[in-house]
């Protein structure tokens, strides 16, 4: 989700410094209330659902030997990064996982944990925190299954300190996954200056071209920070529709799937699956909505 982390510690415990940028808490505050409007600003996010949520589905099946038809993810400690109003925290929760959503933004969890009440089950099983990621370090080492990050790297001042977070509060052999966009020349014409100043898709000034983070930039990061990168997805929007679909280019928006290297230095056997194993996966199993 769209997200206001800005890492500014230089060690991942320090409290010294604020994560949050206080520039960007003044422009998102305003559209706190939104998150559930499918038709207003966010509409590009919700749609990302019908991608983003069986990406990280099929993948987690894919690695695991029991699972509950009903609940496929139960038993699944997830940490949404950046979740906003939850609007990918309740889509993984249906699923049968136990998320957590963090967003630094308070009003954004207010939004998130009234929604969620209106459903029982989602109340039992999502926990929301007015929190940055590096506030919640230290009480979460190596707790979470598997972490999400979409649409928010593009928001950190200090990347690498980000993912050295998410390392540390992840299990070892935890699947980390990301969605954001590339910096190219395409994903400013088309991430700025159409899908901002001109068709509004979402809010003007939302990104800083220069913060976009290239696919090799963002494997190199992870690997060279124990991570293992599984899968790499090019993402489109089409704004005439309002959907969203993979392609082979990682120009504009992509997806990542990591996996946070065990003891003894690998990853171990889990291969990611292929794209034969997303298409006939996709195909037997319902998606969460």
């Known amino acids: 989700q769209l997200s206001l982390f800005r890492l500014t510690a230089k060690r991942p415990f320090s409290t010294s410094h604020s994560s949050v940028d206080s520039e960007e808490i003044k422009k998102f505050q305003l559209l706190a209330h939104k998150w559930w409007d499918e038709e207003g600003e966010y509409?590009?996010?919700?749609?990302?659902?019908?991608?983003?949520?069986?990406f990280i589905r099929d993948i987690l099946l894919s690695m695991s030997h029991n699972y509950n038809l009903g609940n496929p993810l139960s038993g699944v400690k997830i940490l949404d990064i950046g979740c906003g109003g939850g609007l990918l925290s309740e889509p993984l929760a249906r699923l049968g996982a136990s998320v957590t959503g963090i967003d630094p933004l308070e009003d954004n969890i207010r939004t998130a944990d009234r929604h969620k009440s209106f459903d029982p089950v989602l109340a039992k099983r999502i926990q929301y925190k007015s929190s940055s990621l590096e506030g919640i370090v230290e009480e979460s080492m190596e707790t979470f299954d598997v972490i999400v990050a979409s649409e928010v790297v593009e928001h950190v001042a200090d990347l690498e300190t980000f993912i050295k977070c998410c390392s540390q509060v992840l299990k070892p052999e935890g699947s980390l996954f990301i969605t954001t966009i590339n910096k190219t020349q395409l994903s400013y014409v088309l991430g700025?200056?159409?899908?901002?100043?001109?068709?509004?898709?979402?809010?003007?000034?939302?990104?800083?071209?220069?913060?976009?983070?290239?696919?090799?930039?963002?494997?190199?990061?992870?690997?060279?920070?124990?991570?293992?990168?599984?899968t790499v997805k090019g993402m489109l929007y089409n704004p005439l529709w309002g959907s969203w679909s993979w392609m082979e280019s990682t120009s504009l928006n992509y997806a990542v799937h990591a996996v946070k290297c065990g003891a003894q230095g690998h990853s171990g056997s889990t291969d990611a699956p292929s794209e034969t194993d997303f298409q006939q996966r996709s195909a037997t199993a319902g998606t969460a909505g």
């Open 43 to 54: 509409s590009a996010l919700h749609s990302m659902n019908d991608i983003r949520v069986p």
């Open 192 to 230: 700025i200056v159409v899908a901002e100043k001109i068709m509004g898709i979402v809010p003007e000034g939302t990104h800083e071209w220069e913060k976009f983070v290239p696919p090799e930039e963002l494997e190199h990061l992870l690997e060279s920070n124990g991570f293992s990168v599984k």
